[in-house]
């Protein structure tokens, strides 16, 4: 999933270098087999290089499509503080600091930078700033691993990628729309904290955290 809001809505990612890879990784190799500044290696770098647009292009449209649907239908929008450059970073790791798994790593970081989700949240950014509306940063951590029932926080809540079972109160659903919801929570939080606080600092913590718990176990 690209996104999923906490009304039930999915959106699906286009995948637009997942399902151009193969086409791209043979234009790849020919360039390979081609003598190095020809003109076979120039007509065949510039394939690369169109294949490599097409699949910029058709991740750009989608992200576009999608962003301008949620801002003409959200005047707040949640999302989480992702830091996308930390978590796709290199599988291989450093020499002192070897990564394991280093195929699937690699794998991961494909699919993670094949979403865009940097170029989402700017695009809803400055989209909600055009319609007067607002994008609020919450932070990530155990958004889908919160029960909406009883607020049980535990990494045993999510066995799966997509399946959220409290451990606790035996709380079932999507893990995905269990933790768009405590990204909406967490963001009324903030905006809650904000209108009675002109300043957010340190002690603007507490008030957030007692929000956040009451909204959980509402």
Same mark, same amino acid.
Request: hydrophobic share 35%; proline share 2%; net charge positive.
């Given at each position: 999933?690209?996104?999923?809001?906490?009304?039930?809505?999915?959106?699906?990612?286009?995948?637009?270098?997942?399902?151009?890879?193969?086409?791209?990784?043979?234009?790849?190799?020919?360039?390979?087999?081609?003598?190095?500044?020809?003109?076979?290696?120039?007509?065949?770098?510039?394939?690369?290089?169109?294949?490599?647009?097409?699949?910029?292009?058709?991740?750009?449209?989608?992200?576009?499509?999608?962003?301008?649907?949620?801002?003409?239908?959200?005047?707040?929008?949640?999302?989480?503080?992702?830091?996308?450059?930390?978590?796709?970073?290199?599988?291989?790791?450093?020499? @002192?600091?070897?990564?394991?798994? %280093?195929? +699937?790593? &690699?794998?991961? $970081?494909? =699919?993670?930078?094949?979403?865009?989700? *940097?170029?989402?949240?700017?695009?809803?950014?400055?989209?909600? @700033?055009?319609?007067?509306?607002? %994008?609020? +940063?919450? &932070?990530?951590? $155990?958004? =889908?691993?919160?029960?909406?029932?009883? *607020?049980?926080?535990?990494?045993?809540?999510?066995?799966?990628?997509?399946?959220?079972?409290?451990?606790?109160?035996?709380?079932?659903?999507?893990?995905?729309?269990?933790?768009?919801?405590?990204?909406?929570?967490?963001?009324?939080?903030?905006?809650?904290?904000?209108?009675?606080?002109?300043?957010?600092?340190?002690?603007?913590?507490?008030?957030?955290?007692?929000?956040?718990?009451?909204?959980?176990?509402?």
């Amino acid at each position: 999933r690209l996104a999923t809001l906490s009304d039930g809505v999915v959106f699906l990612p286009s995948n637009s270098f997942k399902k151009k890879q193969a086409v791209l990784a043979r234009a790849q190799r020919a360039v390979s087999r081609k003598k190095k500044f020809s003109n076979n290696w120039k007509r065949a770098q510039k394939k690369v290089q169109r294949l490599h647009r097409e699949i910029a292009a058709i991740r750009h449209d989608h992200l576009h499509k999608t962003t301008t649907t949620i801002s003409k239908n959200h005047a707040v929008v949640c999302v989480e503080d992702l830091q996308v450059k930390n978590m796709s970073k290199s599988a291989s790791g450093t020499i @002192a600091s070897p990564c394991k798994n %280093v195929r +699937a790593k &690699s794998g991961l $970081n494909r =699919s993670i930078l094949d979403q865009g989700w *940097g170029e989402f949240r700017r695009q809803l950014e400055y989209k909600q @700033a055009w319609r007067g509306g607002e %994008v609020i +940063a919450v &932070s990530p951590a $155990n958004t =889908s691993r919160t029960c909406l029932e009883c *607020g049980h926080v535990s990494q045993d809540n999510r066995q799966t990628q997509s399946e959220f079972l409290c451990v606790r109160c035996c709380y079932a659903a999507n893990a995905d729309w269990v933790g768009s919801v405590n990204i909406l929570r967490a963001g009324h939080a903030r905006l809650a904290c904000r209108e009675t606080s002109p300043e957010v600092g340190a002690s603007a913590q507490e008030p957030i955290e007692a929000t956040m718990y009451e909204l959980a176990c509402a």
